[in-house]
């Protein structure tokens, strides 16, 4: 439980702090339970499971997807199979039955120092990941030990690189949003169509980050000229562009990103998407991660299915998903009914596109891109087959509440569990 820690999302959504307290908690209540034992009706394991699951491990857990893989862990390993002399977490991996101390003190000396991934049900490529963490913290620190003073040599300044650089970014800036203009095209399209309202929204936030980036970035030359004075988020501007961070103030209104070249490329790519659906019609086929509230996206499509069905009430309408075999480029025309959407990425797994499940990752890939997927909702109140892993979907490869969008059902021929431990999610940006 604890060694999944360093692994980062892939291990644990919120690094718990689990303890030597909890272990006993958690020793003490497995032998009062087998000191009040009736033989005749066995160990109660689904007791068993609750209190480790739920309350001594469990009750430090705050996110609801950790709370699944603990449960998972507690149903695997707490159960009859663990007395059968086959069973073991991993091959090599054991109960071992000796009659002396000493034996048992050997085997755990015998063990691996150094334990692979697949111990606690993680893919091979965990390793990775947490090897590329690890890299990159520790370059993260240099960077920022760095001296922040104008070069004295030869070279060119810090000022004159971030000068040119503003002016480029300047140059490839998206023109603002005219009102009147934007007020007209909805118009047109149906101002109060759910979607619509929706892409209304979105605009109105855009319009915010390319304001704040134009402003930024012509104070900054001015700066740098000694027009004005240099406050104190221009300065921080500087020494942001320079490190190819993203300012703060930028941050704050927009989105994450670990360059500022990924995030000005992202900007680009998300204005392009608004400007097509806004003045050509709405597309065949929605990237999904160039949304600033991709919730509200889901929400959207839910209204408008809810109202081209008469009865149909939105708090018993659920969203379904179906992955289809297409790419983005294959999409000539949009769905029937809900959209389609791209730009997904697996994280923790694989996918079988010719039978269009899911499947273990490829060594040394990361991560693998979804092809198109059908969203679209249904009036149902069933249960949800159990056969299908939940899987859920991150804006980023921090996994957290406010990078959570939704969960969509993926096809699997192992058990959900299997996928649990893997510590698979869907992603819109690897980066």
């Excluded at 370059?139 to 760095?146: E, R």
């Excluded at 697996?346 to 997927?373: E, H, Q, Y």
Aim: hydrophobic share 40%.
């Amino acid at each position: 439980v604890q060694e999944r820690r360093k692994f980062g999302p892939l291990g644990w959504n919120i690094p718990y702090e689990y303890n030597q307290g909890d272990y006993n908690a958690s020793t003490q209540y497995v032998m009062n339970m087998l000191d009040a034992l009736d033989l005749k009706k066995g160990i109660s394991w689904g007791a068993a499971q609750y209190m480790i699951g739920e309350i001594q491990y469990g009750g430090r857990v705050t996110d609801d997807y950790d709370k699944r893989l603990l449960n998972t862990y507690a149903r695997l390993w707490f159960n009859e199979g663990i007395f059968k002399n086959t069973f073991m977490f991993y091959k090599g991996y054991g109960l071992p039955v000796f009659k002396t101390v000493k034996d048992y003190m050997d085997y755990i000396e015998a063990l691996p120092l150094v334990d692979t991934p697949e111990i606690f049900g993680l893919h091979i490529n965990a390793d990775i990941t947490y090897q590329s963490n690890t890299a990159k913290a520790c370059l993260d620190t240099v960077l920022s030990i760095q001296p922040k003073e104008s070069a004295a040599g030869s070279g060119e300044t810090r000022e004159s690189v971030v000068s040119k650089q503003a002016a480029e970014m300047l140059a490839k800036l998206p023109p603002n949003y005219l009102p009147h203009e934007v007020k007209e095209r909805l118009k047109k399209m149906g101002s109060i169509a759910p979607m619509n309202i929706f892409l209304k929204q979105e605009i109105d936030r855009m319009q915010k980050v390319i304001t704040m980036v134009r402003n930024t970035l012509q104070d900054l030359q001015l700066a740098i000229e000694g027009t004005i004075i240099m406050s104190e988020n221009l300065r921080d501007a500087l020494d942001c562009i320079y490190d190819a961070k993203v300012p703060k103030q930028w941050g704050k209104i927009s989105w994450e990103s670990t360059t500022i070249g990924f995030w000005y490329t992202d900007l680009l790519e998300r204005d392009a998407q608004f400007r097509t659906w806004i003045f050509d019609g709405r597309p065949n086929v929605f990237w999904m991660t160039g949304f600033f509230n991709p919730q509200g996206f889901i929400t959207a499509m839910r209204q408008e299915v809810t109202r081209a069905h008469k009865g149909w009430a939105l708090d018993g309408v659920v969203v379904f998903n179906e992955v289809t075999k297409m790419s983005k480029d294959e999409v000539t025309a949009p769905p029937p009914e809900g959209v389609y959407i791209h730009g997904l990425y697996l994280d923790g797994a694989g996918w079988d596109r010719r039978n269009a499940k899911l499947c273990d990752a490829t060594p040394k890939v990361l991560f693998t891109m979804l092809p198109v997927i059908h969203i679209y909702a249904i009036n149902s109140k069933d249960p949800q087959d159990l056969k299908l892993y939940m899987c859920p979907v991150y804006k980023k490869p921090r996994r957290t509440d406010l990078t959570y969008i939704t969960a969509l059902l993926l096809k699997t021929v192992q058990s959900p569990d299997y996928w649990i431990l893997r510590g698979v999610a869907l992603l819109c940006d690897t980066k």
